[in-house]
């Protein structure tokens, strides 16, 4: 049996809006915007996606703290996930809401994750926030073993015992670990003794997770999965409101990714969706082959 996860919400957020580009462009959208996000969520839905994540991927401090913000980011983790419990409501369909744990800092930059004692009431107050309208919580593109350690402890100490996912983002080099440099091996050993409930790989390229996956495999007995991105290569220095820029891969068409997800699931996934440029008719098509 394989679940199957929505897609990215900022890449479609921008494609509508692309003045929502810049600066706290997600987490704007949940004031500006609300019906915006219910809307994407809808399409994923419709798309056939079991699992949708809540809009909170940029309601951290850190970047709300940009435009002095930073005080609101209960408030809006809590309004995304209302807004993905309304897309659920409203569809009637038996879907699940997913609340994220997102890096605090940066994506991909395991050299800026904030030490456990500063980030672990920052992901508490995002648990808390979350906990009325979610059904699960994913501590997602966790770039290092101690990131994923400290999402996970403050779901599974907070959560009111919802089931907790843990998903890295790997080197994009295949074969190379944790774009902290550690290994799939470290990774996992650095949550023994945590009851997670299963492991995934998200925001990476696709042929990277295919070789992670069969690591992942050999390693643990619980679900694991993944949810791959169409970036190009990550540059060296990338934040999110810097002027360096990633763009889509041209090489990675949809029937190139659902065929990549195929081998994922050859190689042990049971969880597949998508990420950054993964979107609502990727994600029928992929179904379309499931089910």
Same mark, same amino acid.
């Given at each position: ?28 959208? &949940? ?16 798309? $056939? ?35 993905? +419990? ?33 980030? +672990? ?14 059904? &699960? ?37 295949? $074969? ?14 650095? &949550?023994?003794? &945590? ?97």
């Amino acid at each position: 049996m394989v679940t199957l996860l929505d897609g990215g919400m900022g890449r479609e957020i921008q494609q509508r809006r692309p003045q929502a580009a810049h600066g706290l462009w997600s987490a704007r959208v &949940l004031v500006d915007e609300p019906d915006l996000v219910v809307e994407i969520h809808r399409e994923y839905i419709d798309a $056939g996606a079991a699992v949708i994540t809540t809009n909170n991927y940029s309601t951290i401090p850190s970047y709300l703290g940009k435009e002095g913000m930073q005080g609101r980011y209960r408030e809006l983790t809590r309004l995304a996930a209302t807004l993905a +419990r309304l897309a659920v409501r409203e569809s009637g369909k038996d879907v699940a809401v997913a609340g994220s744990l997102p890096p605090l800092e940066e994506s991909y930059r395991a050299d800026l994750v904030p030490p456990p004692d500063v980030a +672990r009431p920052i992901y508490q107050g995002v648990v808390e926030a979350l906990r009325n309208d979610v059904d &699960l919580y994913v501590c997602e593109t966790m770039s290092s073993a101690t990131e994923a350690n400290t999402a996970a402890s403050a779901a599974l100490g907070h959560g009111g015992g919802k089931p907790v996912y843990v998903s890295w983002t790997l080197a994009e080099t295949p $074969g190379r670990g944790l774009r902290s440099g550690e290994s799939v091996r470290q990774a996992v050993d650095a &949550l023994a003794g &945590l009851a997670v409930d299963g492991y995934l790989f998200n925001c990476t390229h696709p042929e990277a997770i295919e070789v992670g996956l069969r690591e992942l495999k050999a390693l643990t007995t619980k679900p694991i999965g993944c949810y791959p991105n169409r970036l190009n290569k990550v540059p060296q220095g990338w934040t999110l409101d810097n002027e360096i820029t990633t763009g889509l891969r041209g090489d990675l068409p949809q029937h190139i990714y659902v065929a990549a997800m195929l081998r994922s699931i050859a190689a042990g996934a049971s969880i597949v969706g998508g990420c950054c440029g993964i979107g609502p008719s990727d994600i029928r098509a992929l179904g379309e082959r499931l089910f």
